[in-house]
């Protein structure tokens, strides 16, 4: 099993691009969410959808976007990227939201210029 | 203040040394978490506990809901140990996460 695949693990845009970071897993879980990781603050919340069809916001959504059109996929859509933005992203699926264990892709480190 | 809290924010130690890592929440939990992340890797589910303890291999992970405190003991620490420890609790709707922001342990030679 392929697990949680992340891409790309690096990019750099500048300020005012648009980007998508991909996230597929091959788990079938239902649960799927997407975090932002910065210096001296723990993982926050970005999105999360709990199935296909279904998607809600987290601690941190402004700027960001997603959709859920299958249970395997779950793309992160940053539609004018800014400075603040820069930040290591990761996505993470489980069975039952923070219920289950836990299954994280490999990280996306993204630079806004 | 962050509702998962943990400590030391670093820590030190020998190969060999018993090492313990502490979490304390403020809210009602369904469930916590222990994760590992070496440096500019991935990171791993080690442990899910929602009472009691659990042991995989040198890894001892302990919940007290009454306290609302965990803990991550590594026994007999290696240098391959070495990484940032998360711990992050689930709480209300829909399971989310609060996370912690790290215990970066280093085990020497």
């Known amino acids: 099993n392929a697990g949680v695949t992340q891409t790309p693990k690096f990019q750099v845009l500048k300020t005012g691009q648009s980007m998508t970071l991909q996230c597929a897993q091959d788990?079938?879980?239902?649960?799927m969410s997407w975090y932002r990781q910065d210096p001296g603050m723990g993982l926050r919340l970005i999105h999360y959808s709990v199935g296909a069809g279904i998607t809600d916001q987290g601690e941190v959504p402004n700027g960001y976007n997603v959709s859920r059109s299958t249970t395997e996929d779950f793309p992160l859509r940053l539609l004018s990227a800014a400075p603040s933005q820069t930040s290591v992203y990761f996505c993470a699926s489980s069975w039952s939201g923070g219920d289950g264990e836990l299954f994280f892709g490999e990280g996306s480190r993204l630079t806004v210029l | 203040k962050n509702e998962v809290e943990q400590s030391p924010q670093n820590l030190t130690a020998q190969e060999g040394e018993f090492i313990t890592i502490n979490c304390s929440y403020s809210?009602?939990?369904?469930?916590l978490h222990w994760l590992q992340q070496h440096p500019g890797g991935g990171i791993v589910s080690l442990f899910m506990?929602?009472?009691g303890k659990k042991k995989h291999g040198r890894l001892i992970a302990t919940i007290n809901i009454q306290e609302k405190h965990s803990s991550l003991h590594i026994t007999a620490s290696h240098p391959r140990d070495s990484a940032v420890y998360i711990c992050?609790?689930?709480?209300?709707?829909?399971?989310?996460?609060?996370f912690g922001t790290g215990t970066r342990l280093q085990v020497t030679l």
């Open positions: 992050a609790a689930s709480t209300g709707t829909a399971s989310k996460l609060t």
């Open positions: 788990m079938n879980h239902e649960y």
């Open positions: 506990l929602s009472s």
């Open positions: 809210v009602g939990i369904s469930a």
